[in-house]
C-alpha cells in the first residue's frame, strides 16, 4: 500500500498580507497595527503559518524580526499579488493604473539632505499615490533582507545580487570656513584638520587624513559628512567633503580643485525581485533623472575654484 501523496498546506490572501507587514516592519506591534487586527492575533496566525509550512519564516532577534529566506520571497510574492490587484481594480474601474505603495529608499545623511530633499516636493507631486520611507546611515543597508526597496549609495563596485544603475562620480575636495583670511602660501599641513572616523574608513579620504595628516593637527573625527562639514564652516580646522556638500554652503570655501582619483561611484540600486514593481520603477527612473540634472553639481563642475592652494597632495580626496 503506498503512502498518499502529502498536501500542499493552504494560505489565504490574508496569511500572505500578514508575512508582508510583519517582513516590512519588522515588529509585531507595528504589523498588527497596518492589519487592523490585535498584536496577539498576528503572534498567533503566524505560529499556525509556520508550523503548517513547516519552516520558520522569521528569526527573531532582540531588533525585531527578520525574514528568513522563504520569509522574503513570501513578502515579495505579497507584494506582487497587491501591486496586481491594484492594477486590474483601477483598470476595471476605468482608471489609468499608476504606481501606488511605500517604498523604503535608504541612503546617508549628506545625500538626504543635500541632493535628495530638494527633489522629494517634486516626486510627491508627480506621483502622489507612493509613500516614500527614507532611511538614513553610513552602513549599506541590505536590500536582500528588505532592509529597504532602494538604495542610494557610494561605493566602487555594488553587491551582484542587486540591479541598478550608476547615477553620477561623487567628487571631494578639500574645503575651509569662508570667514577665514586666504593665505595662498600656507603650508596645509601647518593648519588643523577635520576628517571623519573610523566607521568611514574605507573612504581614500579618511585614509589620506590618517596617513598624510600628522596626529597632532587631528583636531577632530566626524561619524557623519554633515557633521563634518559643520566643523569645517565653524572654523574648527580644514577638511575634505563631497562638492555636492562643500559648494553648496556659502560659509564654505574651496581650498583646490577636485582630485579624480579620490572620487567614488554613485548607484542607484533595488532587489531584482522588486525592480519590475511601478512603485519601485516610478522612484528609481525619477531619481536617475533628477540626479543626472544635477551631475556637474555631484562631480565638483559647477563649484567655485581654488582659492589657496594648487594641484598638491593637499588637495588630493
Not at 489565504?12 to 487586527?37: H, K, M, N, S, Y
Not at 527578520?66 to 483598470?91: K, N, Q
Not at 502622489?128 to 561605493?155: F, I, K
Not at 556659502?250 to 577636485?258: E, F, I, M, S, V
Request: hydrophobic share 45%; proline share 7%; net charge neutral.
Amino acid at each position: 500500500m503506498t503512502d498518499a501523496p502529502r498536501s500542499t498546506p493552504a494560505l489565504a490572501w490574508d496569511d500572505f498580507r500578514l508575512i508582508q507587514a510583519v517582513a516590512e516592519t519588522r515588529a509585531l506591534p507595528a504589523a498588527a497595527a497596518r492589519l487592523g487586527v490585535a498584536h496577539s492575533t498576528v503572534f498567533r496566525r503566524l505560529r499556525q503559518i509556520e508550523e503548517m509550512l513547516g519552516y520558520p519564516l522569521f528569526e527573531r532577534h532582540r531588533g525585531g524580526y527578520a525574514p528568513t529566506a522563504a520569509g522574503e520571497e513570501m513578502a515579495a510574492l505579497a507584494g506582487r499579488v497587491e501591486e496586481d490587484i491594484t492594477t486590474v481594480t483601477r483598470r476595471l474601474a476605468g482608471q489609468a493604473p499608476g504606481p501606488a505603495g511605500e517604498v523604503r529608499l535608504a541612503t546617508s545623511d549628506s545625500l538626504l539632505a543635500d541632493l535628495l530633499m530638494p527633489m522629494l516636493a517634486r516626486f510627491r507631486a508627480a506621483c502622489p499615490d507612493v509613500r516614500l520611507d527614507l532611511v538614513t546611515g553610513n552602513a549599506a543597508a541590505n536590500l536582500s533582507r528588505r532592509d529597504a526597496d532602494v538604495a542610494l549609495r557610494a561605493g566602487d563596485s555594488p553587491p551582484d545580487t542587486l540591479v541598478g544603475r550608476r547615477v553620477a562620480r561623487i567628487a571631494w575636495a578639500l574645503y575651509e570656513a569662508a570667514a577665514t583670511a586666504p593665505v595662498p602660501e600656507a603650508d596645509p599641513m601647518g593648519r588643523d584638520w577635520v576628517c571623519l572616523g573610523d566607521n568611514l574608513a574605507a573612504l581614500k579620504v579618511t585614509r589620506f587624513a590618517r596617513e598624510r595628516v600628522p596626529a597632532a593637527r587631528l583636531a577632530a573625527r566626524f561619524d557623519g559628512v554633515l557633521a563634518l562639514a559643520d566643523a569645517v564652516e565653524s572654523g574648527l580646522g580644514i577638511g575634505h567633503l563631497p562638492c555636492f556638500v562643500g559648494d553648496g554652503r556659502p560659509g564654505l570655501r574651496r581650498l583646490a580643485p577636485p582630485e579624480p582619483d579620490f572620487a567614488a561611484d554613485l548607484w542607484l540600486l533595488t532587489h531584482p525581485d522588486l525592480r519590475h514593481l511601478p512603485r519601485i520603477r516610478a522612484v528609481t527612473d525619477f531619481l536617475a533623472d533628477a540626479i543626472a540634472a544635477r551631475r556637474a553639481i555631484i562631480e565638483g563642475e559647477a563649484g567655485r575654484g581654488a582659492t589657496a592652494f594648487g594641484r598638491g597632495d593637499a588637495g588630493r580626496v
